[in-house]
């Protein structure tokens, strides 16, 4: 579907200014005029086509802009604006020779002859070189803005934003737009955390577990975009309500040797970097590694006050204060190899893997103390150690057939196969006293093994159907196959050996198969109004089962019909209004189907559901973009309501609290959110975004309910004071959160940077420093319940200051442009750190 919000204002700007025929530069956008008088041009059946690519990136360049011009002279006799695709096409011309100029802020236009004839002339690919200069034998492009917003996403270009440098992924998440990123590292959009989080438009392996713990473990300074797709179209997998963040990590395609090395040390993490990139002709190797190392302190302490029927009866206390320690690491590699056996013919292949290790120790002091039942008072240490081993690895090709003289043409096949496997032991002992000392008179220990192998086919077809129709269909295929293994062992007393505990100890195979077709048909309804509606059916089977328990082996089936659907209306150049429906399905992950049970904390005990049901969301939108004098603003306004909603549920049996998931609730969600970026000068550019959200939490099962407001808002501003000195401000401030059975803290974060340019343009030298004026935050949470309340506050240290190093080298030169499809397995509701639901 067309948008022409930034786009439309230069192209706009460029005719009535009559841009010459020469490179731009990165100045203020000047603004368009009020009214734009075209010479006459003649008239005919001729018509050229074409696409606009980045010359690096090999991706479109949205809304290029494209000026026909006559052999001499610089007054523009036709001309239009390239689609998201960057695609363009320019009708009713008259047979003769022309230049073609292509242009848009921060590349160097390109001008060449192009003959027009009586009928249809396909230009193929044309590429445009972002303004650079060359640099010995490196060659540095210019700039884009740090925020874009385009037709059906908002994208924040990661690699432009230097406070990244030597963080890991949740850093980066945090400066998203439309993203609440806590300070545990859950992920939410408009305060929903049903998302679905992909890399390179693929599900990983390293997100399939703990979605906050994987965030972690991948470093800022591969990631080189993060897309947020709020309503998202029938060719993505039915999965994440509340919509999809892609991130994108980087890749170079341009011919020849070239790479980085990079590396950072700061007092609360660390890493090295390594990318190396080789093409010659037809073949392209693309491999890049990284290493990492973090360590976190951290302190807690929660109270809970129990009832006898109504909070004026207390029946018990308990006090709990807790400290300790925790270090990890790991590392994450990649390689991709792409080939052209011939032309329109294009065979990627691509394989990458990731390890993590960490432990954490921690001492815990419980204080129970019971009003009605005395001889059930305790007073306990628990020392516990935590061990978490991880190591995935996706493996997927990818086959794209394009057309001659058919650019919009496009058929793929797509395979991938991705295994992920946890071990998470953990050994506790248990003393008497406020103390760790002496002989512990209880102990436990776990070895807790988790499986998740996934397999995926997918093949895409897109026919155009004249010049502004076309049909896209698709099918796919997901088989989930799902093992958690967990066994515990305990002693009771100082001597004796340990003895399996039967009741607590399973295993327990999940499978799920999912099948889906799609078709999407986008059309115009007039000149300034074009429309888009799609479906998805998706047909899901389910087999659970436990080893020592085969009658508890269960099935379930469904089949889901998922619409969507979206028309735009552009009523003048840069101003565009879109209106979006879909609805989506959330279905439960292994972090929440999950039965085995935690009880490292032995009066709060978690658990996952393995019979929960899919959420459906209906979502609503209505965004306005416009471009106004270089600057680029987006209005939302949005609803959403899910049904079967899978919450956490908490209940009391007499001193144990029990967390676990349950669909219990029907939550609606009505809000809005603002977006803008402007450059008061050449060398300052200044974006901002808020999100207000009115949330509604109703749970019949439970009989309780919940609603309030919840925000966030953020500024980001980068500063160039000399051509190879800069600084750039992060900031953002968020509410506390509604949940169903209480609220989570509000926080806030902030970061500073500044980059220097040194060894010839060729190295980077990169100072961060992260909430450099509080040593820790206190991340508190209250649960209010007929039975109970709970208060819980956790300190986690958030200081930081660390000093990266980049360093870039090799020769470089253009590469002919390639297709590229990717499978977007987006269909699973992913876990949150515990405690933080």
Same mark, same amino acid.
Not at 234 to 239: F, L, V
Not at 762 to 777: C, M, P, Q, V, Y
């Given at each position: 579907?067309k948008?022409?919000?930034?786009?439309?204002?230069?192209?706009v700007?460029?005719l009535?200014?009559?841009?010459?025929?020469?490179?731009?530069?990165?100045?203020p956008?000047?603004?368009?005029?009020?009214?734009?008088?075209?010479?006459?041009?003649?008239?005919?059946?001729?018509?050229?086509?074409?696409?606009?690519?980045?010359?690096?990136?090999?991706?479109p360049?949205?809304?290029a802009?494209?000026?026909?011009?006559?052999l001499?002279?610089?007054?523009?006799?036709?001309?239009?604006?390239a689609d998201?695709k960057?695609?363009?096409?320019?009708?009713g011309l008259?047979?003769?020779?022309y230049?073609l100029?292509?242009s848009?802020l921060?590349?160097?236009a390109?001008?060449?002859d192009?003959t027009?004839?009586s009928?249809?002339?396909?230009?193929?690919?044309?590429?445009l070189?972002?303004?650079a200069?060359?640099?010995?034998?490196?060659?540095?492009?210019?700039e884009?803005?740090t925020v874009?917003?385009?037709?059906?996403?908002?994208?924040?270009n990661a690699d432009r934003?230097l406070?990244?440098k030597?963080?890991?992924?949740?850093d980066?998440l945090?400066?998203v737009?439309?993203l609440?990123?806590?300070?545990?590292g859950?992920?939410?959009l408009?305060?929903?955390?049903?998302?679905?989080?992909?890399?390179?438009n693929k599900?990983?392996?390293?997100l399939?577990?703990?979605?906050a713990?994987?965030?972690?473990?991948l470093?800022?300074?591969?990631?080189?975009?993060?897309e947020?797709?709020?309503t998202p179209?029938?060719?993505y997998?039915?999965e994440?309500?509340?919509?999809?963040?892609?991130?994108?990590?980087?890749?170079?395609n341009?011919?020849?040797?070239n790479g980085?090395?990079?590396?950072?040390?700061?007092?609360?993490s660390?890493?090295?970097?390594?990318?190396?990139n080789v093409?010659r002709g037809?073949?392209?190797?693309?491999?890049?590694?990284?290493?990492?190392?973090?360590?976190?302190p951290?302190?807690s302490?929660?109270?809970?006050?129990? @009832?006898? +029927?109504? &909070?004026?009866?207390?029946? *018990?206390? $308990?006090n /709990?204060?807790?400290?300790?320690d %925790?270090?990890?690491?790991?590392g994450f590699g990649?390689?991709?190899?792409?080939?052209?056996?011939?032309?329109n013919?294009?065979l990627?292949?691509?394989?990458?893997?990731n390890?993590?290790?960490?432990?954490?120790e921690?001492?815990?002091t419980?204080?129970?103390v019971s009003r009605?039942?005395?001889?059930d008072?305790?007073?306990?240490?628990?020392a516990?150690?935590?061990?978490?081993?991880?190591?995935?690895f996706?493996?997927n090709?990818?086959?794209t057939?394009t @057309?001659? +003289?058919? &650019?919009?043409?496009?058929? *793929?096949v $797509?395979? /991938?196969?991705s295994?992920?496997r %946890?071990?998470?032991?953990?050994?506790?002992?248990q003393y008497?006293?406020?103390t760790?000392?002496?002989?512990?008179?209880y102990?436990?220990?776990?070895?807790n093994?988790?499986?998740?192998?996934?397999?995926?086919?997918?093949t895409?077809?897109?026919?155009?159907?004249?010049?502004?129709?076309s049909v896209?269909?698709g099918?796919k295929?997901?088989?989930?196959?799902?093992l958690s293994?967990?066994q515990?062992?305990?002693?009771?007393?100082?001597?004796?050996a340990?003895?399996r505990d039967?009741?607590?100890s399973?295993?327990f195979?999940?499978? /799920?198969?999912?099948?889906?077709?799609?078709?999407t048909y986008?059309?115009?309804l007039?000149?300034?109004?074009?429309?888009?509606?799609?479906?998805?059916?998706?047909?899901t089977?389910?087999?659970g089962?436990f080893q020592?328990?085969?009658?508890?082996?269960?099935?379930?089936?469904?089949t889901?019909?998922?619409?969507?659907?979206?028309?735009?209306?552009?009523?003048?150049?840069?101003?565009t209004?879109?209106?979006?429906?879909?609805?989506?399905?959330?279905?439960?992950q292994?972090?929440?189907l999950?039965?085995?049970e935690n009880r490292?904390?032995?009066?709060?005990i978690?658990?996952?559901n393995?019979t929960?049901?899919?959420?459906?969301?209906?979502s609503?939108?209505?965004?306005?973009?416009?471009f106004?004098?270089?600057s680029?603003l987006?209005?939302?306004?949005?609803?959403r309501?899910t049904?079967n909603a899978i919450?956490a549920?908490?209940?009391?049996?007499?001193?144990?609290?029990?967390?676990?998931?349950?669909?219990?609730a029907?939550?609606?969600s009505?809000?809005?959110s603002?977006?803008?970026s402007?450059?008061?000068?050449?060398?300052?550019?200044?974006?901002?975004s808020?999100t207000f959200?009115?949330?509604?939490l109703?749970?019949?099962?439970?009989?309780?309910?919940?609603?309030g407001l919840?925000?966030?808002?953020?500024?980001?501003?980068?500063y160039?004071?000399t051509k190879?000195?800069?600084a750039q401000?992060?900031?953002g401030?968020?509410?506390?959160?509604v949940?169903?059975?209480?609220?989570?803290?509000?926080?806030n974060?902030?970061?500073?940077?500044?980059?220097?340019?040194?060894?010839k343009?060729?190295?980077?030298?990169?100072l961060?420093?992260d909430?450099?004026?509080s040593?820790?935050?206190?991340?508190?949470?209250r649960?209010?319940t007929?039975?109970?309340?709970?208060?819980?506050?956790?300190?986690?240290?958030l200081?930081?200051?660390?000093?990266?190093?980049?360093?870039?080298?090799?020769?470089?030169?253009?590469?002919?442009?390639?297709?590229?499809?990717s499978?977007?397995?987006?269909?699973?509701?992913?876990?949150?750190?515990q405690g933080?639901?």
């Amino acid at each position: 579907m067309k948008h022409t919000t930034l786009a439309t204002g230069l192209f706009v700007a460029a005719l009535g200014l009559r841009l010459p025929a020469a490179a731009q530069t990165t100045a203020p956008v000047p603004a368009a005029p009020k009214a734009l008088v075209l010479p006459e041009a003649p008239k005919g059946n001729g018509r050229l086509t074409g696409t606009v690519l980045d010359a690096a990136t090999k991706k479109p360049v949205e809304f290029a802009t494209v000026a026909l011009l006559p052999l001499t002279g610089d007054t523009p006799i036709d001309g239009t604006v390239a689609d998201e695709k960057g695609r363009f096409n320019l009708r009713g011309l008259a047979p003769g020779t022309y230049r073609l100029q292509l242009s848009f802020l921060g590349y160097a236009a390109l001008t060449r002859d192009v003959t027009v004839t009586s009928g249809a002339t396909d230009l193929g690919t044309l590429t445009l070189a972002a303004t650079a200069q060359q640099l010995g034998d490196v060659t540095v492009t210019g700039e884009k803005e740090t925020v874009e917003v385009k037709p059906d996403r908002i994208v924040y270009n990661a690699d432009r934003d230097l406070t990244n440098k030597g963080g890991v992924a949740a850093d980066v998440l945090r400066k998203v737009p439309l993203l609440n990123v806590d300070l545990d590292g859950n992920v939410q959009l408009r305060g929903s955390s049903n998302i679905r989080v992909l890399i390179n438009n693929k599900p990983s392996s390293i997100l399939a577990g703990n979605l906050a713990d994987a965030l972690k473990q991948l470093p800022a300074d591969q990631i080189a975009s993060v897309e947020v797709i709020t309503t998202p179209g029938a060719k993505y997998d039915g999965e994440g309500t509340a919509g999809i963040v892609n991130i994108i990590l980087k890749k170079n395609n341009l011919q020849g040797v070239n790479g980085s090395v990079g590396a950072a040390a700061g007092n609360r993490s660390s890493n090295g970097n390594f990318s190396l990139n080789v093409r010659r002709g037809k073949i392209g190797v693309n491999t890049s590694a990284s290493s990492y190392l973090y360590y976190s302190p951290s302190a807690s302490n929660a109270r809970r006050t129990d @009832f006898g +029927g109504s &909070p004026d009866n207390v029946v *018990s206390t $308990l006090n /709990q204060d807790g400290s300790g320690d %925790n270090i990890g690491g790991g590392g994450f590699g990649r390689v991709t190899l792409d080939y052209d056996p011939a032309k329109n013919h294009n065979l990627t292949v691509g394989f990458s893997g990731n390890l993590n290790r960490n432990n954490s120790e921690s001492d815990q002091t419980n204080d129970f103390v019971s009003r009605v039942r005395p001889a059930d008072n305790e007073l306990f240490t628990r020392a516990t150690n935590y061990e978490y081993q991880s190591h995935s690895f996706d493996l997927n090709g990818t086959y794209t057939r394009t @057309f001659e +003289g058919q &650019p919009r043409r496009e058929w *793929s096949v $797509l395979g /991938q196969h991705s295994r992920n496997r %946890n071990q998470q032991p953990y050994s506790l002992d248990q003393y008497d006293g406020y103390t760790a000392t002496g002989l512990p008179n209880y102990r436990e220990s776990s070895d807790n093994l988790s499986r998740n192998l996934e397999t995926t086919l997918q093949t895409d077809y897109v026919h155009p159907i004249g010049d502004k129709r076309s049909v896209e269909l698709g099918a796919k295929t997901i088989l989930r196959r799902v093992l958690s293994d967990y066994q515990i062992d305990t002693l009771r007393g100082e001597n004796g050996a340990f003895l399996r505990d039967n009741l607590r100890s399973n295993r327990f195979d999940y499978d /799920q198969n999912v099948a889906a077709a799609y078709a999407t048909y986008g059309f115009p309804l007039s000149k300034k109004l074009n429309s888009r509606v799609g479906g998805r059916l998706e047909r899901t089977d389910i087999i659970g089962r436990f080893q020592q328990n085969d009658v508890t082996r269960f099935t379930s089936g469904y089949t889901s019909l998922l619409p969507n659907a979206n028309i735009s209306y552009t009523r003048k150049p840069g101003n565009t209004l879109r209106l979006a429906y879909s609805r989506r399905i959330q279905r439960p992950q292994i972090f929440y189907l999950n039965p085995y049970e935690n009880r490292v904390d032995k009066f709060n005990i978690s658990r996952g559901n393995p019979t929960l049901d899919p959420e459906f969301t209906d979502s609503y939108e209505l965004n306005y973009s416009t471009f106004v004098k270089g600057s680029v603003l987006n209005f939302s306004l949005f609803t959403r309501q899910t049904n079967n909603a899978i919450e956490a549920v908490r209940t009391q049996n007499l001193d144990i609290t029990t967390t676990s998931y349950d669909n219990i609730a029907r939550n609606r969600s009505y809000g809005g959110s603002v977006f803008g970026s402007f450059k008061p000068t050449t060398k300052w550019e200044v974006s901002g975004s808020s999100t207000f959200t009115y949330v509604v939490l109703r749970s019949g099962f439970l009989n309780t309910s919940n609603e309030g407001l919840i925000f966030n808002i953020n500024a980001n501003s980068t500063y160039k004071f000399t051509k190879s000195l800069s600084a750039q401000f992060f900031g953002g401030i968020n509410s506390s959160r509604v949940q169903l059975q209480g609220r989570a803290a509000a926080w806030n974060w902030y970061s500073i940077g500044i980059k220097k340019t040194i060894l010839k343009e060729k190295g980077d030298l990169t100072l961060n420093a992260d909430n450099f004026l509080s040593a820790r935050r206190d991340l508190n949470s209250r649960v209010s319940t007929p039975f109970f309340e709970l208060e819980q506050h956790n300190y986690i240290a958030l200081r930081g200051v660390r000093l990266a190093f980049g360093y870039r080298f090799g020769k470089i030169e253009n590469a002919p442009p390639k297709p590229r499809r990717s499978i977007r397995n987006d269909d699973t509701k992913a876990g949150e750190t515990q405690g933080q639901q």
